[in-house]
């Protein structure tokens, strides 16, 4: 019998900080983080209040042995279970009790934004300062935190994604949050609806980066404490950890394989979740599926017809938005409701052959535009190193990016306006660029 993720009622009493603290010290001392993944309170909870536990298991309403006499402590659990739909009104986001020393603080009611857009990233540029190493391994400690967090809660809304990157002091601006889904995406980690309203971690997943001279691997999306401790477990794995650039990032598992069964000796270690997938060579594999720039465009979601004079409208131009009006050029532009009480701006681009206003990810309409405009993108590979380095003011749509974030499991290295992808073959270069139209430059 397969489980089934159910949630058992608690009215407890007291000060729910505590209560929840009780619960974090439990499931960690105890390594019950499948059978209890995630938790919710009560909305502004008071001296009673009631905690939601979610449960893991393959009797409904029956609570394990193994947490029956640790929920009397937390408070009164009350008989049968209750389903996610029927509790989300009177609760706030979820709570990750995953490990103790890395559980996110409880915090009560955090701020919601009507009309935010994930895929919005021209609202403020981070400030840019030198970091210290020390500094650089403090913030990427807490990337892993976040990836622990998502991969124990598996899926959400924007606006939890957020809260939580706030809570984990990854984004005091409110607008870092966009760029922190964006690197996970492009590592694969996490994939995002359409709309960018809700997002998902990925399956635990194997990329081979290497073939020689053992299998080089790279962990991709979910990750938890049980799969790293049983690969450091087996003889035939060599497990490493390499910091993001600027520790922006969780850092990289790599996982160099001496024996071809070494999925199988993983997953029997780790139970029967989370199930671990062998991909291969991703990049080369997303290369070949992936569109021509013409065909990427049709495949972006159109946002249908609207009136364009109800908005204030400006048109990306020589690296900035210019204000303007609409004269049915295709290009990206920024538009904002002339509604006084309506301050949401959306980024969309007007394709002109179509007559359809699509959209997409900041960076890659911003490709689009100067592609439109006719200048000219490059790409310089160095054969030598085997990097690839693109001007940071043309970056590549996310999908064409990940192809190449993917073939070392690292972000690329930003200097002097341009960016540095690592362990990419000649042909890879060669066909992404092909494919987006890029001028390509080689180098020895």
């Given at each position: 019998m397969e489980a089934e993720r159910w949630y058992l009622p608690i009215l407890c009493h007291g000060r729910a900080q505590v209560r929840l603290e009780q619960l974090a010290r439990f499931v960690q001392q105890n390594q019950l983080y499948d059978l209890v993944p995630v938790a919710f309170i009560e909305r502004k909870p008071q001296n009673q209040f009631y905690l939601f536990i979610a449960i893991n298991s393959e009797q409904k309403s029956r609570i394990p042995d193994r947490l029956s006499g640790f929920v009397q402590q937390l408070g009164h659990p009350l008989s049968g279970s209750v389903e996610r739909e029927d509790i989300e009104k009177m609760v706030s986001g979820p709570i990750n009790p995953h490990d103790y020393a890395r559980r996110i603080t409880y915090r009560i009611e955090q701020e919601d934004v009507a009309g935010?857009?994930?895929f919005d990233l021209f609202a403020t540029q981070p400030e840019q300062y030198e970091l210290t190493s020390r500094e650089k391994t403090q913030i990427s400690t807490q990337y892993d935190r976040l990836l622990f967090w998502l991969s124990s809660v598996g899926s959400g809304t924007w606006q939890l994604f957020k809260n939580t990157c706030k809570t984990l002091?990854?984004?005091?601006?409110g607008v870092e949050a966009r760029r922190i889904l964006r690197r996970l995406r492009l590592l694969g980690h996490i994939e995002v609806s359409q709309d960018g309203s809700n997002w998902s971690v990925c399956p635990p997943s194997l990329v081979v980066i290497k073939h020689s001279p053992l299998q080089e691997y790279v962990l991709a999306g979910q990750r938890n404490i049980q799969l790293l401790e049983t690969a450091k477990r087996l003889g035939?794995?060599?497990?490493?950890?390499?910091?993001?650039p600027g520790g922006l990032a969780p850092q990289a598992v790599h996982l160099h394989i001496s024996s071809e069964n070494v999925v199988e000796q993983l997953q029997e270690g780790i139970g029967s979740r989370p199930q671990i997938i062998n991909v291969g060579m991703a990049t080369s594999k997303l290369t070949e599926a992936?569109?021509?720039?013409?065909g990427w465009i049709k495949c972006l979601p159109s946002v249908g017809r609207f009136a364009i004079a109800l908005y204030n409208v400006e048109m990306f131009v020589d690296g900035s938005f210019i204000p303007g009006t609409f004269q049915g050029k295709s290009g990206m532009y920024r538009l904002s409701s002339r509604e006084a009480s309506d301050r949401v701006n959306?980024?969309?681009?007007?394709?002109?052959?179509?007559?359809k206003w699509v959209q997409g990810d900041w960076y890659g309409l911003r490709f689009l535009a100067l592609q439109q405009a006719g200048e000219?993108?490059?790409?310089v590979y160095h054969s030598a190193t085997q990097r690839l380095a693109l001007p940071?003011?043309?970056?590549?749509?996310?999908?064409y990016?990940?192809?190449l974030v993917l073939s070392s499991g690292q972000l690329p290295e930003e200097n002097n306006n341009w960016l540095f992808f690592d362990n990419i073959s000649r042909d890879l270069a060669l066909q992404l660029t092909a494919k987006l139209a890029v001028v390509y430059e080689e180098i020895q």
């Open positions: 935010d857009n994930p002091r990854l984004d005091d601006s035939s794995v060599q497990l490493s950890f390499v910091e993001q992936l569109p021509t720039l013409e959306q980024t969309l681009f007007y394709h002109q052959g179509s007559d000219t993108c490059r790409a940071t003011s043309q970056r590549w749509p996310e999908i990016e990940r192809a």
